[in-house]
């Protein structure tokens, strides 16, 4: 769920009656329902892989002050050693959202899984996001977008500019 949506913690998800996870039912037609269960994340962290022409990009580590999985990478304050980002997606006097941020690589096996179901998704461009389960230590894909809004100050965060990538991609599309 993203930062356009109102996420509500519930129960795993087995113990929910199938009426609270159909979005048809309990929705009206111009808004969407999403309910997932709240994993706790192992070590509080989620990370974001982002593809571009469906291959690997970057990924990050983003740290969440627990309370929430309410996330948008373009939002994030700080790394992880506390130095403030520069926030270009959100206003100057958005609230701090005591998120952090560091880059990663994942395993090899975990991009190619990321390349693998960007492949069968059919996205271009977009992230995944995943997380260990800290119950039980498996790993847990759960948001995929069809749609990247690149980590805040990208250069001191990744080591490069993810904008410029986007851009060179696309100008190759064009005929």
Same mark, same amino acid.
């Given at each position: 769920?993203?930062?356009?949506?109102?996420?509500?913690?519930?129960?795993?998800?087995?113990?929910?009656?199938?009426?609270?996870?159909?979005?048809?039912?309990?929705? @009206?037609? !111009?808004?969407?329902?999403?309910?997932?269960?709240?994993?706790?994340?192992?070590?509080?962290?989620?990370?974001?892989?982002?593809?571009?022409?469906? +291959? /690997?990009?970057?990924? $990050?580590?983003?740290?969440t002050?627990?309370?929430?999985? %309410?996330?948008?990478?373009?939002? $994030?304050?700080?790394?992880? &050693?506390?130095?403030?980002?520069?926030?270009?997606?959100?206003?100057a &006097? =958005?609230? +701090? %959202?005591?998120m952090r941020?560091?880059?990663?690589?994942?395993?090899?096996?975990?991009?190619? =899984?990321?390349?693998?179901?960007?492949?069968?998704?059919? $996205?271009?461009?977009?992230?995944?996001e995943?997380?260990?389960? %800290?119950?039980?230590?498996?790993?847990?894909?759960?948001?995929?977008?069809?749609?990247? %809004?690149?980590?805040?100050? !990208?250069?001191?965060?990744?080591?490069?500019? @993810?904008? =410029?990538?986007? =851009?060179? /991609?696309?100008?190759?599309?064009?005929?």
């Amino acid at each position: 769920m993203g930062a356009t949506s109102e996420p509500e913690r519930l129960p795993r998800l087995p113990a929910v009656s199938p009426i609270a996870v159909s979005p048809v039912a309990v929705s @009206p037609v !111009a808004t969407r329902t999403g309910r997932q269960e709240f994993v706790p994340a192992r070590d509080g962290r989620i990370t974001r892989v982002e593809t571009l022409g469906g +291959k /690997y990009l970057y990924a $990050i580590h983003v740290y969440t002050p627990g309370d929430s999985f %309410n996330l948008c990478p373009a939002d $994030i304050c700080q790394t992880t &050693d506390g130095v403030e980002l520069a926030r270009g997606a959100a206003p100057a &006097d =958005a609230p +701090k %959202n005591r998120m952090r941020v560091e880059g990663y690589t994942p395993p090899d096996d975990v991009i190619a =899984a990321v390349e693998r179901i960007m492949a069968a998704s059919g $996205i271009d461009v977009g992230g995944i996001e995943y997380m260990i389960d %800290n119950r039980d230590g498996s790993l847990v894909y759960y948001d995929i977008n069809a749609l990247s %809004n690149f980590v805040a100050d !990208a250069p001191r965060v990744v080591g490069f500019d @993810p904008f =410029a990538r986007l =851009a060179d /991609y696309l100008e190759g599309l064009t005929p």
